[in-house]
């Protein structure tokens, strides 16, 4: 599905006429999301976003999880899998996307990464593999686990949108019902006044408000800087995929968007390589993009022509890393962050 644009406007006229649909979905949202989650065996820290689509989610777990790592902790990714058809419980080990997904194959890259479509069952599977906290990529919207920690992470330059609850806007259920089940925001990227609506629900709540910010490897736009390309992507936002290779300096003069988690065919991969060879173009696309690839037999043999471009989340200080140890070891196993450690963590202004 690709994102209307009408979703990322103020106002529309078809926003206007969906909202009776977007009350009825919000009212479903609202009473699922009250539901009390189970006790996991082990801490839980949840990474999400109030939108559909995609928001820096992936990266931001896994920077969260290198943190806790560093800091003494073994860290397990818990994930659903989508577009994978394992059930789960299953520990990520040389899977397909078709198996399990496309974030979790980039999540084992970094840490042991279980696939649950029940997350208590991959909470216990976890524990009894030797994890002491669990790092949730998605699942703000899901109440099957009680979260020691939930961050809400939003896109700097797209916040959320117009604000309504799909289908006539991005949000997954009111704001004020998920932000009951935040703890702290994480803006990501350039800021202009898109976020201001989420800054200050969470101002008024008194939750902090970090920073973060996509770097690109260094060693890959050294690379390809300079080099002609031809771009695709399909994540929930390619536009956000091709800026980033204006902002390296590698020119794209080709860009082809395909809708989120595309399944890619081999008449797709095809069309492309074809195009590329015409111009005298490099392939590149996104670090997801080839892992959902990776794994289809008619592929094998394209995946060397394909460039990507790695990028990591950073943080602007080490107050959220803090807040989410500091949350892990104030509340045990099953509380949630008290008011004092959220006080005393160092929002960004």
């Known amino acids: 599905m690709r994102d209307p644009a009408f979703w990322w406007r103020e106002r529309s006229a078809v926003a206007t006429l969906l909202t009776p649909a977007a009350r009825l979905y919000g009212a479903v949202a609202a009473r699922q999301m009250a539901g009390a989650g189970r006790h996991a065996p082990i801490p839980v820290v949840c990474v999400g976003n109030f939108t559909l689509g995609g928001a820096g989610k992936t990266p931001t777990a896994i920077a969260l999880s290198r943190y806790l790592a560093a800091a003494g902790f073994s860290p397990f990714f818990i994930s659903?899998?989508?577009?994978?058809?394992?059930?789960?419980?299953v520990r990520v080990a040389g899977h397909s996307a078709r198996e399990v997904g496309d974030e979790p194959l980039l999540l084992a890259r970094v840490a042991p990464t279980i696939v649950s479509r029940d997350r208590y069952d991959g909470a216990v599977f976890a524990a009894a593999a030797g994890a002491d906290?669990?790092?949730?990529?998605?699942?703000?919207?899901?109440?099957?686990?009680?979260?020691?920690?939930?961050?809400?992470?939003?896109?700097?330059?797209?916040?959320?949108?117009?604000?309504?609850?799909?289908?006539?806007?991005?949000?997954?259920?009111?704001?004020?019902v998920q932000f009951d089940r935040v703890d702290a925001v994480l803006v990501v990227g350039a800021q202009n006044v898109a976020p201001a609506p989420v800054i200050d629900e969470a101002h008024r709540r008194g939750l902090p408000v970090f920073r973060g910010q996509l770097q690109p490897d260094a060693a890959a736009v050294g690379h390809l800087a300079g080099r002609p390309c031809?771009?695709?992507?399909?994540?929930?936002?390619?536009?956000?995929?091709?800026?980033?290779?204006?902002?390296?300096?590698?020119?794209?003069?080709?860009?082809?968007?395909?809708?989120?988690?595309?399944?890619?065919?081999?008449?797709?991969?095809?069309?492309?390589?074809?195009?590329?060879?015409?111009?005298?173009?490099t392939l590149i696309t996104t670090e997801k993009d080839l892992a959902r690839m990776r794994g289809e037999p008619w592929v094998v043999d394209l995946v060397s022509r394909i460039q990507t471009l790695?990028?990591?989340?950073?943080?602007?200080?080490?107050?959220?890393?803090?807040?989410?140890?500091?949350?892990?070891?104030?509340?045990?196993?099953?509380?949630?962050?008290?008011?004092?450690?959220?006080?005393?963590?160092?929002?960004a202004n």
């Open 80 to 89: 659903r899998g989508y577009g994978g058809r394992f059930a789960g419980p």
């Open 133 to 176: 906290v669990l790092v949730m990529d998605d699942g703000l919207q899901n109440p099957s686990l009680e979260k020691n920690f939930s961050l809400a992470v939003v896109d700097g330059a797209r916040g959320v949108g117009n604000a309504h609850v799909f289908p006539a806007g991005p949000l997954r259920a009111a704001l004020t």
């Open 230 to 281: 031809l771009a695709f992507a399909g994540i929930a936002h390619p536009a956000k995929f091709f800026a980033t290779l204006d902002a390296c300096g590698i020119p794209a003069p080709v860009r082809v968007p395909f809708p989120d988690h595309h399944r890619f065919r081999p008449q797709d991969i095809s069309a492309l390589v074809s195009r590329a060879d015409r111009d005298g173009l």
């Open 310 to 347: 790695p990028v990591t989340m950073e943080f602007a200080d080490d107050a959220l890393g803090q807040l989410v140890i500091r949350s892990l070891q104030g509340a045990g196993r099953h509380g949630r962050p008290t008011a004092a450690n959220q006080d005393s963590a160092k929002p």
